[in-house]
């Protein structure tokens, strides 16, 4: 069973860098598949932030990429965000989760998610 | 503000069935799959349906998906108690290069 679980900072002063970390279990993230963060501010819809590739190859979502970074870990089976000059509009539920393999984009595993809040 | 279109809400009595639309356009619906997501209030989302119409192992069949040119449609028969969710289609904007959501659809089970 794929299992996903987000960790990092949960507050976070405006105009620093917000980080994360997703440990994934029961499946090796060099296994072919994508990874995915994605965002939900309290109350409000999903967001997609981008993803990245056992490789190393990412795409971020433009809205967004000028600030943003992910890398994967293989040997630890762990993906990060980093997200930098952060403001209260950043303050939401980060979730990781893998992309499914079909025919189209679907993410079919995701982590519990972690509260950021931006705050100073 | 989302590029695809959902009714924010709708409802139904036990048993009955619900249908929730997505609207959007040739960039996003009108040429790529769509997938469907439930969310639980306080817990992440889950896939119920993948590639317009195909279910994940363990999702039941009272949940079906399907998409005509730029709408797909999730339906929901013998709704129960426990389908009280906010529901959320996505799919892949070529025009925005990012994957993008519906605005989500909270189900009430009357």
């Known amino acids: 069973q794929v299992q996903l679980q987000e960790s990092g900072a949960g507050l976070v002063k405006p105009s620093e860098t917000l980080s994360l970390i997703c440990d994934v279990s029961?499946?090796?993230?060099?296994?072919?598949?994508?990874w995915t963060w994605i965002r939900q501010p309290p109350g409000k819809g999903l967001e997609f932030i981008g993803n990245i590739f056992q490789s190393g190859y990412s795409h971020y979502n433009p809205s967004l990429k000028s600030r943003v970074t992910m890398s994967v870990d293989t040997s630890k089976n762990q993906l990060s965000l980093e997200l930098r000059s952060v403001t209260a509009a950043d303050t939401a539920v980060y979730f990781c989760?893998?992309?499914?393999?079909?025919?189209?984009?679907?993410?079919?595993?995701w982590g519990q998610g972690t509260l950021v809040t931006v705050s100073s | 503000q989302s590029v695809l279109t959902q009714p924010a809400s709708v409802s139904a009595a036990p048993g009955q069935k619900v249908t929730i639309s997505c609207s959007g356009s040739s960039s996003n619906i009108g040429n790529n799959y769509v997938a469907w997501y439930q969310q639980l209030p306080g817990t992440a989302p889950k896939l119920l349906i993948y590639?317009?119409?195909r279910r994940p192992s363990g999702i039941p069949d009272r949940f079906s998906g399907s998409k005509s040119g730029t709408s797909a449609t999730l339906g929901v028969t013998g709704l129960q108690t426990g389908d009280e969710a906010d529901y959320y289609c996505?799919?892949?904007?070529?025009?925005?290069?990012?994957?993008?959501f519906g605005p989500g659809t909270k189900v009430t089970v009357l």
């Open positions: 989760a893998r992309t499914g393999h079909g025919s189209g984009w679907f993410f079919d595993y």
């Open positions: 590639d317009n119409n």
């Open positions: 029961g499946y090796h993230i060099s296994s072919g598949s994508y």
């Open positions: 996505g799919t892949w904007d070529s025009s925005l290069s990012a994957y993008v």
